[in-house]
């Protein structure tokens, strides 16, 4: 037998026995009647994405689930895939273009840049697939899935259909979060709300009347040119009398209402705050309350637009700056002090979001929400841990409408047409040729994509085969059993899972929702690009072991909370695998066999058990010395056994056992509290009527050790007599009687 290295190099190691794995089709999921399912779906990572140590603990925990329930007897499937990553990807590709080519997608034209995607995503895309297979991830790879495949591409299209069709998607004109960066509208679990130092404005807005002045304060001095009104709570005794009269918009000096709502906080600012329905939700919903004009003055790219009036064509912050020292020489600023506020950002570029009023596509969430907070309150669906339960009901009690369309080309077109005589939108399953309201023939079909997040909060079901409602994965599989994912994104992604699955399938996508933390540096920060702290997984499994670094990220990991990484510790796991590695050499080191294998006797005591239809059997055998080598003693057995039997005689040796476990289960089987014996065992099976059968052929040889307890008379004589008496609870008398029995044959048996 070829001899193992001294020291464990799991970079030749590891790769060899994944490959071995993977070409024996160890991880596939293979649908079995007789077995309970167990399933996991992936959290598709991005096209873009490298591995990072947040995939690394998220893809460890997914695969210790799948192979433990596979060796339980489980039909386990753990399916991959990955997300198109709408924002991201197309970021990626127009800077490419950008760098190599000069060009930009406006240069191409949607058509030919999409190939280009395309070309990119085929050549890079799959990066991070062969980067969880060097982590040892034991997916159905056969079963990987793609966001904007054919499959998903059809499920995304039926779920819009079906939810327009009920009036749960519309299009309408909303405030929205927009970023003048990536140019696209976002939801709103995709802004991340930073806390900036800022200031708040005082400014004098003059009465129409000429009577005096009203005193508003903004933090957002640059909206002023979209101002439509002035609000003051109707309760404030300074502004009662002011309600219904006007005031004159200093810049632009356009006259503008004063209203009187609730809104408005007494005492906070000055009491008075500028209305601008187009720049802010808070503003837009009192504007509809009392009418206000809405007129925007910020443009996509982040500039003043035609409304703007002598700012136009400044940035945004650069118009803030002019007006501020406009006011002041005019006399309008009455103070600044300075304030500190949350700025929304985006989530991608970190650039701050702009609210802006545009004609988006919604998703009506209040009566999704519903579905979707009765099957985690009911306990349907569990968190691990259970205090993330609270914050998901919360989101979802407070949930607004879903922004779902993105100005982006790269993504799921939305499947809307508006006819060009009639203006009626036709939304179709199928490419339409006509207006259904009119007839006519000229069609413009809606250039927008639907969100990223769309797509995947269908990935439980859309990858199991839906919208095809036999699909045979689908109906065994689904739901899933599990859920692994970080904290961070159970707003982005598990929230819509749920309501999409119970819209959808009328069912909850999976029963547990994992949750685990982030991976932060050895000094508890979070690993970043700017601080320059990322750990590569990659490098650490290439110098210490893939597996010496998943012990490394479940070790000490408490669910839902974060955790530190040292490289120590895989310094410390490489050498635990390397402890392991020589004891294997040393077991192999003193094998006298090259071929391992079950032996003959195994099939012998198989067939006799089944003969005699008994629960086990168990064989007879031949002394050996401590070397091993027979010395001619052979201890017979009966054909059968039943209690009384055994109490009589110690024939039954645990080398010498075979069960029938789905025998055994049957019966209630409580193990003996005696230390270190399995006669006792025995007994208790026997005890309640279960048959045991005798292969009078010596199959195993029987070595007593010097040092064993069998060998220590004064021990063994106690043991036995314990058992009968503590075991079966037998009197002096009886004890003592079945205990000469067993004296006897043991004398007998060493003749």
Known sequence: MKELPKV????????????????????KGVIDPDKKPFSIVMPPPNVTGQLHMGHALDSTLQDILTRYKRMQGYAALWLPGTDHAGIATQ??????LRVKEGLTRYDLGREKFLDRVWEWKNKYGDRIVEQQKVLGASCDWDRSAFTMDETRAKSVRETFCELYEKGLIYK???????????LTALSDAEVEYTEKPGNLWHVRYPLADGTGDIIIATTRPETMMGDTGVAVNPEDEKFKHLIGKKCILPIMNREIPIVGDEYCEIGFGTGAVKMTPAHDPNDFEVGLRHNLEVIRCIADDGTINENGGRYQGMDRYECRKAIVADLEAEGYLVKTEPYSHNVGTCYRCHNDVEPLISAQWFVKMA?????????VEDGTVKFVPERFTKTYINWMENVHDWCISRQLWWGHQIPAWYCDECGHINVSRQDPTKCEKCGCTHLTREEDVLDTWFSSALWPFSTLGWPDLNAPDLNYWYPTSVLVTGYDIIFFWVARMIFSGMEQMKKEPFKTVLIHGLVRDDKGRKMSKSLGNGIDPLEMAEKYGADALRFNLITGNSPGNDMRFFVEKCEAMRNFANKIWNASRFVMMNLTIDKVELPEKLELELAFMKEQKAAFVFTGYEFADENGIGTGKIVHVPTTINYKEALKNTTIFTSTVMFDMEQLSKEELQMPQIKSEDTALWWRILRGGTVACGLDENLVKYRRAGKSLSSNKIEALRRIWNLYRKAEGMSVPSSAWHFCFWAVRAVKRRI
């Open 8 to 27: 464990y190099d799991p970079g030749t190691v590891e790769k060899r026995i994944y490959e071995m794995w993977q070409s024996h089709g160890c991880f």
């Open 367 to 375: 009566p999704l929400a519903k579905e979707a907070i009765r099957v």
């Open 172 to 182: 309408g004109s909303r405030i929205i979060n927009w970023c003048p960066h990536c």
């Open 91 to 96: 970021i990626k590709v127009e800077e490419e």
